[in-house]
């Protein structure tokens, strides 16, 4: 961490020429079940990641947003005037998108400088884009003394102004769990959401070290997008079948309810749709259960069945996730599966910590009989939410090196 928070902070003097007020960081997230069903009303069970992205901040006299991207090494602007769908486009609308959503629910903000940088991989899967929304609008929290980071519902107003700008400015169709992870999950937990509550949530003890497991990271280096249109068809179908079954969201239905849906929906394809989000909103509560009593065999399984249903009734995996997860599973893992929107991007698998070396090099030979990208497998834990990085954390001298 301190590398990069020092990073930040010394490119932010040598581009700004001034010293930043403060250096705050965001995580990317892992869902470890509950995928396609946050906008459906239904439950999630994300973590933290380690890798977060770093803002070094001040703020400006105008309502310039000026932002230095250390890891594609350039600089971007734009009032927050000029803030609308769709503008600005690429990166720059995550950050500017989420000081302008603040500003639209009413705090004080203006214009910011920062230097941002980031250890989340992008297209991975991995939210590399809500751990860019929450850094930002922890600085400005921080910056313009908003208070947002002070407690779990002050937390909630900045997921709302996070997720606005990634709905309303990138104009990705999100349903909240990514920014809801980077800036509500607690260390050593896994974080339960229910979306039909308003997004309440509650801490789940997930301990994998001290039981001698380890979650892997099985990066596929297939680019993962949100934009492209898969993810908002998915979205559509779900919100139709809805309509047919005569409910507000398809939470309000149950695995007990799924025959009585599929026999009212005449399209085969919506049809299975439904049964992977009924299945997998169930698939979440006997995870948080066995978690609760430490059954780390039944979440494997778990995380089994999601992918499978994941791969043929929500069709958003790829070849190159299902070879990490078969690969995984080979090696030794008790469960592995897809994580994140799908159509490429991560796969995780939970494993004794003693066969990780071997899923990686199944991973990676897997792969490379198929010609693929070297994929990048890593292991990781729970960890916390967006936070302010302190002072004696920021090191400085050879933080470029």
Not at 232 to 252: H, I, N, P, Y
Request: include cysteine; charge should be negative; glycine fraction near 10%.
């Amino acid at each position: 961490m301190g590398n990069l928070a020092g990073r930040a902070q010394q490119r932010f003097e040598e581009i700004f020429d001034r010293e930043p007020e403060g250096i705050w960081a965001a995580p990317g997230r892992v869902n470890l079940i509950g995928e396609h069903t946050d906008y459906n009303g239904g439950l999630c069970l994300p973590i933290a990641l380690p890798q977060r992205t770093y803002a070094a901040a001040a703020p400006r006299t105008d309502d310039i947003i000026r932002v230095a991207s250390l890891d594609f090494d350039t600089i971007a602007q734009i009032d927050l005037a000029q803030v609308s769908p769709g503008v600005p486009s690429g990166w720059l609308g995550y950050v500017a998108g989420t000081i302008w959503a603040l500003r639209e629910f009413g705090f004080l903000v203006h214009g910011l400088d920062l230097a941002i940088t980031s250890e989340v991989p992008i297209g991975a899967g991995l939210s590399s884009s809500a751990a860019l929304e929450a850094a930002a609008g922890a600085a400005a929290s921080g910056i313009f003394d908003l208070g947002l980071l002070r407690d779990d519902t002050a937390r909630t107003t900045l997921v709302e102004a996070c997720r606005r700008a990634e709905n309303y400015i990138v104009e990705a169709p999100t349903g909240g769990l990514d920014q809801t992870a980077s800036i509500r999950c607690q260390a050593g937990h896994a974080l339960l959401i229910d979306f039909a509550e308003g997004a309440s949530a509650s801490p789940i003890p997930f301990d994998t070290a001290g039981h001698g497991l380890s979650l892997v990271v099985m990066d596929t280096r297939a680019e993962h997008k949100l934009v492209d249109g898969q993810y908002a068809q998915r979205r559509e179908s779900c919100e139709q079948a809805a309509k047919v079954l005569g409910v507000d969201l398809l939470s309000q239905l149950t695995v007990s309810d799924l025959d009585w849906a599929l026999a009212r929906l005449e399209d085969e394809t919506t049809g299975r749709r439904v049964r992977h989000v009924l299945t997998e909103i169930e698939r979440v509560r006997q995870c948080c259960a066995a978690l609760e009593v430490d059954d780390f065999a039944t979440v494997g399984e778990l995380f089994n069945a999601s992918h499978a249903s994941l791969r043929d009734d929500y069709e958003v995996s790829c070849p190159e996730l299902d070879t990490a997860v078969e690969a995984a599973t080979r090696a030794g893992a008790l469960g592995a599966r897809m994580t994140g929107g799908g159509f490429g991007g991560s796969a995780i698998a939970l494993a004794p910590a003693d066969r990780v070396h071997e899923i990686t090099q199944s991973v990676e030979q897997a792969f490379a009989a198929q010609g693929w990208n070297t994929p990048s497998v890593f292991a990781v834990q729970a960890c916390g939410p967006a936070h302010r990085v302190a002072d004696e954390d920021i090191l400085t001298d050879g933080a470029d090196k």
